[in-house]
């Protein structure tokens, strides 16, 4: 069930006018949450419910099992860690592993196709199943850490790892976060109740109007990537998909945070203005931070992180833990190298400190800027490209510095790409970019809120773009 559906819409008056009911106490909404979200997720294909239900249970047994048993914890992990890597394997992964075996074997004459052998069910990519995977595995994680108590009651389990608002594309909510707040019905006051709504039309405007509007520039282009080989055009195009992904994905966790606030319960914040970095470090603490701070945790730090003495285990940590972020994204080649990327991205300023080194003045900070932004859009040519080599095409019409701007942007795209343009100036000089902070008058600041959020509806209504599903469903 996608958020930008009037279906969806029905689903939420069906689910809020129930919510002052069935919310009132434990096991009635934790059964409810459940239930619907079952409902919201198998709105695409119910078969895949199951999916959810079988690793769920495996977890929350496992959870149960490692407090129990503490001498066998880490046997009850491994199994939890086992079933729900080898599910995301088997339904994510294994036509890009049998495709790279055909290709090695055929090298060596061999006619064995083991892409043909792969049964149908598992060439179905279920939606968000990198997503709620992880937040599973995080919980027997936490419980084998000794960081979180299992739950007793099933039904609490799987509110938390079912919740709709997040189920399909994030942001990734750690059990220790959200299963102590599902422990009672949270009262939410007009303020929070305001803010939930607030998030949700930023959310709707920023995939509706802004991300859909320049989807168009986008698809075409790389669709037909002959068709322009102006240089220009196509880093404009890569400026119109780097701010479309990010719209359209941080749209889906403000829209996700905003119902939550709407139920009384707290998501973390999932974006914050990444492409304000000044260094690749701080990009990755800025962009779906509930990812980055996953793999930062469960991959990174285990690893041994920066705390080992060996600076080449220091590097390789790091790669590791970006490579796995690449091949988390898609199961293709350019994920992989996109996520290598940014290793190297991230390489070179360890090698170098130029980001510090060049924190000193406007100028050089404005450069700074400028330079990370470059490099995210060169690394999104891959993340987008239908293959590596279309990529490596695309980058070279890029820096060929040759042709012109021609005016196939379209006009939606053409005033969409000035909007956030302008809107990042904004974000990049303005200290503070709180409405209150500038309109000192608490009524006038209040009014003014509310007229803001009065016509980014009008605006999602009358300009929105063609609609599509959101880009992380994919993933």
């Given at each position: 069930?996608?958020?930008?559906?009037?279906?969806?819409?029905?689903?939420?008056?069906?689910?809020?006018?129930?919510?002052?009911?069935?919310?009132?106490?434990?096991?009635?909404?934790?059964?409810?949450?459940?239930?619907?979200?079952?409902?919201?997720?198998?709105?695409?294909?119910?078969?895949?419910?199951?999916?959810?239900?079988?690793?769920?249970?495996?977890?929350?047994?496992?959870?149960?099992?490692?407090?129990?048993?503490?001498?066998?914890?880490?046997?009850?992990?491994?199994?939890?860690?086992?079933?729900?890597?080898?599910?995301?394997?088997?339904?994510?992964?294994?036509?890009?592993?049998?495709?790279?075996?055909?290709?090695?074997?055929?090298?060596?004459?061999?006619?064995?196709?083991?892409?043909?052998?792969?049964?149908?069910?598992?060439?179905?990519?279920?939606?968000?199943?990198?997503?709620?995977?992880?937040?599973?595995?995080?919980?027997?994680?936490?419980?084998?850490?000794?960081?979180?108590?299992?739950?007793?009651?099933?039904?609490?389990?799987?509110?938390?790892?079912?919740?709709?608002?997040?189920?399909?594309?994030?942001?990734?909510?750690?059990?220790?976060?959200?299963?102590?707040?599902?422990?009672?019905?949270?009262?939410?006051?007009?303020?929070i109740r305001w803010e939930g709504t607030?998030?949700?039309?930023?959310?709707?405007?920023?995939?509706?109007?802004?991300?859909?509007?320049?989807?168009?520039?986008?698809?075409?282009?790389?669709?037909?990537?002959?068709?322009?080989?102006?240089?220009?055009?196509?880093?404009?195009?890569?400026?119109?998909?780097?701010?479309?992904?990010?719209?359209?994905?941080?749209?889906?966790?403000?829209?996700?945070?905003?119902?939550?606030?709407?139920?009384?319960?707290?998501?973390?914040?999932?974006?914050?203005?990444?492409?304000?970095?000044?260094?690749?470090?701080?990009f990755w603490q800025r962009w779906h931070?509930?990812?980055?701070?996953?793999?930062?945790?469960?991959?990174?730090?285990?690893?041994?992180?920066?705390?080992?003495?060996?600076?080449?285990?220091?590097?390789?940590?790091?790669?590791?833990?970006?490579?796995?972020?690449?091949?988390?994204?898609?199961?293709?080649?350019?994920?992989?190298?996109?996520?290598?990327?940014?290793?190297?991205?991230?390489?070179?300023?360890?090698?170098?400190?130029?980001?510090?080194?060049?924190?000193?003045?406007?100028?050089?900070?404005?450069?700074?800027?400028?330079?990370?932004?470059?490099?995210?859009?060169?690394?999104?040519?891959?993340?987008?490209?239908?293959?590596?080599?279309?990529?490596?095409?695309?980058?070279?019409?890029?820096?060929?510095?040759?042709?012109?701007?021609?005016?196939?942007?379209?006009?939606?795209?053409?005033?969409?790409?000035?909007?956030?343009?302008?809107?990042?100036?904004?974000?990049?000089?303005?200290?503070?970019?709180?409405?209150?902070?500038?309109?000192?008058?608490?009524?006038?600041?209040?009014?003014?809120?509310?007229?803001?959020?009065?016509?980014?509806?009008?605006?999602?209504?009358?300009?929105?773009?063609?609609?599509?599903?959101?880009?992380?469903?994919?993933?």
């Amino acid at each position: 069930m996608l958020f930008n559906s009037i279906v969806f819409l029905f689903f939420l008056a069906v689910f809020f006018g129930l919510w002052p009911i069935l919310g009132k106490k434990n096991n009635s909404r934790w059964v409810f949450i459940t239930l619907a979200s079952f409902v919201f997720y198998g709105w695409w294909d119910w078969r895949f419910i199951g999916l959810i239900i079988f690793s769920g249970l495996i977890d929350y047994f496992a959870g149960l099992a490692i407090e129990k048993n503490p001498s066998q914890s880490k046997k009850y992990l491994l199994l939890s860690l086992g079933v729900n890597l080898g599910t995301l394997v088997a339904f994510k992964y294994s036509l890009f592993f049998a495709e790279n075996l055909n290709f090695v074997f055929n090298i060596f004459g061999s006619t064995i196709d083991f892409k043909n052998s792969i049964p149908l069910f598992f060439q179905i990519l279920p939606v968000g199943i990198s997503f709620y995977t992880f937040q599973s595995m995080s919980y027997t994680i936490d419980i084998y850490r000794g960081e979180l108590k299992p739950t007793k009651n099933i039904w609490h389990f799987f509110s938390y790892l079912s919740m709709f608002p997040q189920l399909v594309a994030g942001p990734i909510v750690r059990a220790k976060d959200l299963l102590p707040q599902l422990l009672s019905k949270n009262k939410t006051t007009e303020k929070i109740r305001w803010e939930g709504t607030r998030l949700i039309v930023h959310g709707f405007f920023k995939k509706m109007v802004i991300a859909d509007n320049l989807a168009p520039i986008v698809n075409e282009s790389f669709n037909s990537p002959e068709l322009n080989t102006s240089s220009l055009v196509w880093w404009t195009v890569m400026i119109s998909f780097a701010y479309q992904i990010y719209c359209d994905f941080s749209g889906y966790s403000d829209i996700a945070r905003g119902l939550a606030k709407w139920m009384g319960y707290e998501f973390n914040l999932n974006f914050n203005y990444p492409y304000r970095s000044r260094s690749f470090k701080e990009f990755w603490q800025r962009w779906h931070i509930s990812l980055s701070s996953w793999f930062r945790d469960y991959v990174y730090i285990p690893l041994g992180g920066s705390q080992t003495h060996s600076k080449l285990r220091k590097d390789f940590n790091m790669w590791t833990t970006m490579l796995l972020s690449g091949l988390w994204h898609g199961a293709a080649w350019n994920f992989i190298i996109w996520g290598a990327l940014h290793a190297f991205y991230l390489q070179f300023e360890r090698l170098t400190s130029y980001p510090h080194k060049l924190k000193k003045n406007f100028l050089t900070k404005l450069l700074l800027h400028i330079f990370i932004l470059v490099q995210v859009l060169v690394a999104w040519v891959f993340f987008r490209a239908h293959s590596a080599g279309q990529a490596l095409e695309i980058l070279g019409m890029m820096f060929s510095f040759s042709g012109r701007l021609t005016t196939t942007l379209g006009n939606n795209g053409s005033i969409v790409l000035l909007i956030v343009i302008a809107r990042e100036f904004f974000c990049y000089f303005a200290k503070d970019r709180t409405l209150a902070s500038y309109v000192k008058n608490k009524f006038l600041s209040n009014v003014l809120e509310v007229a803001i959020v009065i016509l980014m509806v009008v605006l999602t209504v009358f300009f929105r773009g063609p609609g599509s599903e959101f880009i992380y469903f994919q993933f």
